[in-house]
């Protein structure tokens, strides 16, 4: 009996210790006004890319089932757009513009290409024989443009998609997703999330690494300086120490309440910092990610943010699931 008793004794030191451990687990403080603002869309179709023209008032949205959306006035609203196509289940996943020239790109197979501003499209034929299928596009001057596709590889057209040129031996995988810097350098995360991928111009293969802990990468991409940034499943954020280094930081868990995870950061400026994630979860940094505080305004939002775009420092979208756009409010100071 007496050693019964001691059992339950020490079962229950345990449970005050886990009670006691969850009331202390700290919580973000809140940002004190949102500066960010839903805008109605006529859509309800996943959103996955957003991107203007070189007038800034002027820009274009892209998404499932063939979706492409216009505005003419900063994006406050937006207007649907038919694309004559053969099949409407086409799924739109980048957009780019360089002035008035700007590209599409999506699955299965497709790209459409635009000099006017998107005023009409045409179709740019593409192999059968393309290793995977396209995933992003980046428009970098007239008539000159980069494809990659959802298995790694990278083309670079020079003459407005008549041809394109290999710029990697070999493909790397099925990728999760995969981010290009402002240099032309490639970061891929494989489809689940154990190892992650580098790419520099010049090089004729990707060079791969492993994760650098038990979690699973769930995204990354570049800081402003060209570093590495890396979110791994339960809500964890890491930051490369040095540009071209393979350390990294102590990894951060901003957010006890966050396990479901982040989907994408991105930098409004060199210190300012925005993380998107599932059910609606947005957090904020002031300081280049050391510290963290939450934008509740969107915790209600019924979506997974899937990415952030910043077009300038001043106008900038979170997109999402159901037609779920936020727009940055400049004059909504965070703080």
Request: zero cysteines; proline letters at 5%; a neutral charge.
């Given at each position: ?16 210790v886990?009670?006691?451990c969850c009331?202390c ?11 960010w603002q839903?805008v109605?869309?006529?859509t309800?179709?996943t959103?996955?890319?957003v ?6 008032q002027?820009?274009?949205l892209?998404?499932s ?7 003419v006035?900063?994006g406050?609203?937006?207007q ?6 053969d099949?409407?289940h ?6 780019s513009?360089?002035?008035?020239e700007g590209w ?16 009409s499209?045409s ?9 995977g ?11 000159v443009?980069e494809m ?5 590889a990278i083309?670079?057209t020079?003459?407005?998609g008549r041809?394109w040129?290999?710029m990697?031996?070999s493909a790397?995988?099925?990728l999760r997703?995969i981010?290009?810097s402002a240099d032309?350098s490639y970061?891929a ?7 992650y991928?580098l790419?520099n111009p ?7 690494f492993n994760?650098?802990?038990?979690r699973?990468?769930?995204?990354m991409?570049?800081t ?10 339960g809500?964890q ?9 393979t350390?990294w ?5 901003p ?9 994408d950061?991105?930098y ?5 910092v925005?993380?998107?994630?599932g059910?609606?979860n947005?957090l ?7 510290t963290?505080?939450k934008d509740r305004?969107?915790?209600?939002v019924?979506?997974?943010?899937y ?5 300038t420092?001043?106008?900038g979208?979170?997109?999402?699931q ?8 400049p004059?909504?100071v965070?703080?």
């Open positions: 009996m007496l050693a019964l008793m001691n059992t339950w004794k020490r079962i229950g030191v345990v449970l005050a886990v009670l006691f009331g687990a700290k919580y973000l403080p809140s940002l004190e006004a949102t500066p839903s109605a869309l006529p309800e179709e959103l996955l890319d991107a203007f023209t070189e007038n800034v002027h820009g274009w892209v998404g089932n063939a979706t492409l959306l216009e505005t006035d900063g406050q609203t937006w649907s757009k038919t694309l004559d196509l099949d409407s086409y799924r739109l996943t980048s957009v513009f360089s002035g008035q599409v790109v999506g699955q299965p197979l497709i790209m459409l290409h635009t000099t006017d501003g998107g005023g499209w179709r740019v034929p593409l192999s059968p024989k393309l290793p299928a396209p995933n992003t596009i980046v428009a970098l001057g007239p008539q443009a990659t596709t959802d298995v790694g083309y670079r020079s003459d407005g041809n040129k290999a990697v031996q790397v995988g099925v997703n981010s290009r032309g970061v995360v494989s489809a689940r999330g154990n190892f991928s790419w010049g090089q004729e293969a990707w060079a791969p994760r650098n802990s038990s699973r990468v769930q995204n991409g570049f402003p300086d060209g570093r590495l940034w890396m979110l791994a499943r809500g954020v890491q930051f490369n120490q040095a540009v071209g280094s350390e930081g102590t990894a951060q868990n957010e006890f309440s966050s396990s479901w995870g982040f989907l950061l991105a409004r400026t060199p210190e300012e925005w993380i998107s994630g059910s609606g947005l904020f940094s002031n300081d280049g990610g050391q963290w505080k305004s969107t915790e209600n019924p979506s997974n943010l990415k952030i775009v910043f077009v420092p001043d106008q979208f979170i997109i999402g159901r037609g779920t756009l936020l727009r940055y409010q004059s909504s965070a703080t």
